[in-house]
């Protein structure tokens, strides 16, 4: 009996304890903050553009024939004009010859019949030479004046054909690979250019503006010149400044955006073609704008937010309006009051109501 007696206050006692232990409450997690504060801020577009030359030119003969000469070296600097190729012209100046022979020939036959014409004019008036007479000497020295200058269009041609034997760099710029050499014929036809010349000061980069800052850029490039500042990827300090010289006339259907161009003097050539620059582009005057963290601010799903500390020292999920970034430091356009503390640290681990102790305040 009294087994039973003891069993039973044993299970009494378990069966009627209140049900589990509460939950300990989540220790204050410890955070670094800082509060939001004032700071000027120059909206700008930073985008990634495409160095090219203002001008590409792939030269090549125009006419066909033997390369006799190559004038400069690859990798060469030319100015406008200056001969690279000279091809075999000794054909050419042969005919040359033959038309010079030709016009002075024409010469000599103009001036026999202007002399005929003119002996036979002074004798018309004695009726020693008849009206008929004087028309075929006429004819003779027209046609003779004509012949003239049949010969002299034939030396021009020449002269043409020849000029066209000496390839001249037809822009100023760096000449890239020779495709051929001494003694190789070349033709019009040919698709491979003799040599490729790219202009390279000034030089353009061209590039493509997201649709949201389209129509900030525009009127900004309407009041004044925009400046450019052109920078190695991933280097802050920039090798170059320009102007924004070209706005596309539509806006591609695919992507939304907007072609564009900047145009470097690019002095000690620092833009090379082909090469991946960033470009940093002013959309606006400064304007204050809050300041916070650039680490502080995530990207939910839906918007940005940060977490904020409020009165009671539990965080809060606050949606923002990022207006830009620059220097490590996002600008905040609305969400966040000068003064409130910004978690910066810990991020992933914070929960909306959670309780904090921000390291170095009581």
């Known amino acids: 009996m009294k087994r039973y007696s003891l069993f039973l206050t044993l299970v009494l006692g378990a069966c009627g304890g209140g049900g589990a232990p509460a939950p300990h409450a989540r220790p204050p997690l410890a955070v670094a903050a800082e509060p939001a504060a004032l700071a000027d801020y120059t909206p700008r577009l930073t985008v990634l553009g ?14 066909d024939g033997q390369i006799e000469a190559i004038l400069f070296h690859e990798g060469d600097t030319v100015r406008a004009g200056q001969p690279l190729f000279r091809l075999d012209d000794r054909a050419v100046r042969a005919q040359m010859a033959q038309n010079h022979a030709a016009m002075a020939s024409a010469v000599a ?19 020693f030479v008849s009206k008929a007479t004087i028309e075929v000497k006429q004819a003779a020295a027209d ?27 037809p822009v100023g710029g760096r000449t890239g690979e020779i495709n051929y050499k001494v003694g190789a014929t070349v033709r019009t036809a040919d698709a491979l250019p003799l040599v490729t010349v790219n202009q390279l000061q000034p030089i353009l980069v061209r590039f493509a503006v997201p649709p949201e800052t389209i129509q ?14 052109a920078r190695i990827h991933g280097n ?9 010289v070209f706005l596309d006339n539509s806006v591609d259907a695919a992507t939304g955006n907007l072609a564009a161009k900047a145009e470097f003097a690019n002095a000690g050539d ?10 940093d582009l002013p959309l606006g005057a400064a304007a204050p704008h809050i300041a916070v963290p650039e680490a502080a601010v995530q990207t939910g799903p839906d918007f940005p937010y940060v977490w904020t500390v409020d009165a009671a020292g539990k965080v809060v999920l606050t949606r923002v309006a990022v207006a830009g970034r620059a220097g490590g430091r996002a600008f905040i356009a609305q969400g966040v ?26």
């Open 50 to 63: 495409t160095v090219t030359p203002l001008q590409s030119v792939a030269v090549r003969p125009r006419v």
């Open 109 to 127: 036959v103009q001036a026999q019949a202007a002399a005929d014409l003119r002996r036979s004019q002074a004798l018309v008036a004695n009726g």
């Open 143 to 169: 046609t003779a004046r004509a012949n003239i200058d049949a010969a002299r269009a034939t030396i021009v041609a020449a002269e043409t054909q020849l000029s066209y034997l000496t390839v001249r760099a």
């Open 216 to 229: 900030p850029l525009r009127q900004v490039m309407a009041a004044h010149p925009v400046a450019v500042t």
């Open 236 to 244: 802050a300090a920039g090798i170059a400044t320009g102007r924004l």
């Open 270 to 279: 620092a833009l090379w073609p082909g090469a991946l620059v960033d470009l």
């Open 337 to 362: 009051r000068p003064g409130m503390l910004v978690v910066t640290d810990a991020l992933a681990k914070l929960r909306p109501g959670d309780p904090v102790r921000v390291k170095g305040r009581a």
